[in-house]
């Protein structure tokens, strides 16, 4: 019999696929954080998180017998990946489960910046009728650049094709014949900074990237600029925004995601910088994504506990 914990409220397809295997006992906990964790994992041989749970070095130094972790989404930067490896525990993720809803969700940034769609409503909940401070800019013929042309970076620039836009994309990774295909100019970042319109990173957060944009790059950039993030806190040097936002060096920024999560301990800058969109990590918020990630999870751990087998799609 194998033991597996499944924490931060996992959709309950996944729980049921493995629920439904002889083999498997599985126990659903509330997200566990410090100590409360470390007693909890021990004695089990596969855990699925989201998020939430923080799979440390001190967690996982302190695990026994545990085998595989399973993280429902993309990032992993909740998880410990050096000591997890030490300690030979398999990592996987759900990386293709949550691309659809990423995707539009920066979409969805992108057009709320464009047309200041959220400030309107806060004015309307004021009851103002302001009909003159909301005056926005089309999609039609502006430059798009999209930072990390993986899955997610590639969805949004077809979506911004649709829209007529041109894309100017940086990714090390993709191929020019690729790229030609899929209708975008590979550029420098340089460039991108420089002609966009419209910039959005989707890239993972690795020592590369963090603080990919700060103050230099954003003085690269033309005034009327919206940047959007909703890939991970960090990439976007977050006291340059707030101060570039502050002083009306660019038109705005829309934000999903932060250096720390949530963002309220730390003061973060971005609380109060004007001109900008703020959410609560919700790019992967949706009933068709938590569905896919959660199954691809307990796929992921029951063909490793039964079979062995690392299948990452
Ligand atoms: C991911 O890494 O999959 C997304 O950021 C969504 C999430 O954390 O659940």
Known sequence: ???????????????????????????????????????????????????????????????????????????????????????????????????????????????????????????????VWDRKSFKGVELLNKTLGVIGLGRIGTEVAKRAQAFGMKIL?????????????????????????????????????TDATRGLIGKKEIEMMKKSVRIINCARGGIIDEAALAEALKSGRIAGAAVDVYSKEPPFDSANPLLDAPNCILAPHLGASTAEAQYNVAIESAEAVANFLLHGMIVNS
């Open 1 to 127: 019999m194998f033991r597996i914990l499944v924490t931060d409220k996992l959709d309950a397809e996944g729980v049921e696929i493995l629920k439904r295997y002889k083999e498997f006992d599985v126990v659903e906990k509330e997200t566990l954080k410090g100590d409360a964790l470390i007693q909890e994992l021990r004695g089990y041989d596969a855990i699925i998180v989201r998020s939430e749970t923080k799979l440390t070095k001190e967690v996982l130094e302190a695990s026994e017998g545990l085998k595989i972790i399973a993280r429902a989404g993309v990032g992993v930067d909740n998880i410990d990946v050096p000591t997890a490896t030490k300690k030979g525990i398999v990592v996987v993720n759900a990386p293709s489960g949550n691309t659809i809803s990423t995707a539009e969700y920066t979409f969805a940034m992108m057009i709320a910046l464009a047309r200041k769609i959220p400030f309107a409503h806060a004015s309307m909940q004021q009851k």
């Open 169 to 205: 994309g940086y990714d090390p990774y993709l191929s020019e014949e690729m790229a030609t295909k899929l209708g975008i100019e590979l550029a420098s970042l340089e460039r991108i900074y420089k002609e966009s319109d419209f910039i959005t990173v989707h890239t993972p957060l």
